[in-house]
């Protein structure tokens, strides 16, 4: 997931590329990590999307597809979600500070 934050990893297709169910492959990494496998891929692009504001002039929108959401007010929901801010207030805010 580290390396293919970008694509549109499913349940589906994660449990595929580790040549089990789906079941089986949630129950097993999140007894593992504590997580869901999609807890954690929103996890990784969430932090992918907060260095990108932080590290870039890009726009809001260019930076959610690059992270792996092709819908920008979806990726913004989220982004507030886990950081309590929209990406927007989020870059402002770490550009003032």
Known sequence: ??????????????????????????????????????????EIRMSRAEGMLINSDQAVAVIGRKVGFDNPPYFIQKFRQTFGKSPLQYRLQRIKA
Do not use: D, I
Request: net charge positive; proline share 2%.
């Open 1 to 42: 997931m580290e390396n293919n934050f970008q694509q549109n990893l499913s349940l589906k297709e994660l449990a595929y590329q580790a040549h089990g169910s789906q079941s089986y492959l949630r129950h097993v990494y999140k007894q593992e990590t504590g997580m869901t496998p999609q807890q954690k891929l929103l």
